[in-house]
């Protein structure tokens, strides 16, 4: 750049300045408004600073509170209620405290926390109890309908159902009792235990609740078993049954199972058939007038130790094994197991006053005679013995036929496999594998009688 240009240049700039410098004082408005512009900007800066000043104290505030508050001591609270006057945590927090030893003052941190949040539904019961404790009837069932205008969950209902049946207003009962059941979102067996206190009847119930939602019937379900209610637990599965409910077959193979040990075959007879004709179980429904009533009795399936199948015992010593190609289910014996054992059992449905056969093909590998391994059928309600195989022993396999009859009465007959040394001999240590166990009707001339050695 030539000296000539830059004088130019700066004679430009100098001729501007002084245009703009004479612009300003010919209009003192342009100087006012850039005046102000600078201003506003100067105080928007200094705004949000203290803004952001005034939030980091809340924050501080906050935070010191709830630290305190965490460590639920009186004296704690009642700072973090001075930091933070407005949270209405911390007063009926503090309210706890005072529940049992001074109410009245809990009343008066429980009154301004629902000041403080009209929402607060946990304060509101809190009062409603406080209210009742000091029997003030009406203005506890007022404090809990507020707690569950403000908040439509299962805590008010429950707690409103509580108050109906302390005060045994049934009608009331019912209604929140309901109303908690159609939104209860865990344990639903304080409610039905309440429920049960009100009317033992497994229908009012199932109605009065409505109890439809499939979690809350397996819960009803297992409720019933604990109040060792046979006839309520038949009467819920076979209603859970006609609703069609596919999800719920564990829990009706568990009631199922329930009842026969607690000698009620009969209630859960129909459940297993309704299971096998639905195929959620992996069997021909039973009948007791059948050729064969035994549950796989070939052995075709693994046992699963529930219902009319097979249950396998749990011994020391002895394991159990499944074979295939032929189907077999063994047991090998070490030698070091107890002198007596429940090998298998299995409860089968029989027509009382009738004569069965019940035969056995099965092998063994070093099981000596008198090996003590032995059927024994006996009547699932009083124990007593119908039959017995006696020993069962052959080293290249046999089959054993065993007669029994039954009593006027007994519809089932609880079939099983067990081992108990016999006088004057050791522990059996070897195998036995049994192919096929059947109970069919009648007799034959080479079945062994009951009692017979």
Partial sequence: MTLETRRRILFLQRSFAAERHQECRSDPGLIRSKALKLLTAQLLRIGFLAVLAAGVAWNVCLGIADWLAAQNKPNDLRVAMRLM????????????????????????????????????????????????????LPQAEQALLQAEKVDSTFLPAWSLANFYFRHERTDLFWKWARSAAQIVPGDASPLLRLAWFVNPNVGEIESRLQIHRPFVEIQFLNFLMSQKEPEGVSQAVMRMLARGDGSASEALSSACEWLIENKRPDLALPIWNALTERHQIAYPPLAAGSADAITNGSFSKSPTSIGFDWHLGNQRGISAFLNSSPNALGFEFSG???????????????????????????????????????????????????ARSGSLSAEHGSSSETCLSTPDGVRFVNLALQYQRQPGTVRVEGKIAFKEVALSPGTSKGCRQAGEP
Avoid: C, H
């Fill in 336 to 386: 070091d197991q107890a002198e007596n054992a429940l090998l298998m059992s299995q409860v089968v449905p029989v027509q009382p006053k009738s004569f069965y056969r019940l035969t056995t093909d099965y092998s063994t590998t070093n099981i000596p005679d008198r090996s003590g391994i032995e059927w024994v059928v006996t009547d699932p309600q009083s124990g007593a013995v119908l």
């Fill in 85 to 136: 006057p407005l949270n209405p945590a911390y007063p009926a927090q503090l309210a706890n405290g005072f529940f049992a030893t001074d109410p009245k003052v809990a009343e008066a941190l429980l009154d301004r926390a629902v000041k403080l949040d009209p929402y607060y539904a946990v304060a509101w019961i809190r009062l409603g109890l406080l209210y009742e404790g000091d029997s003030n």
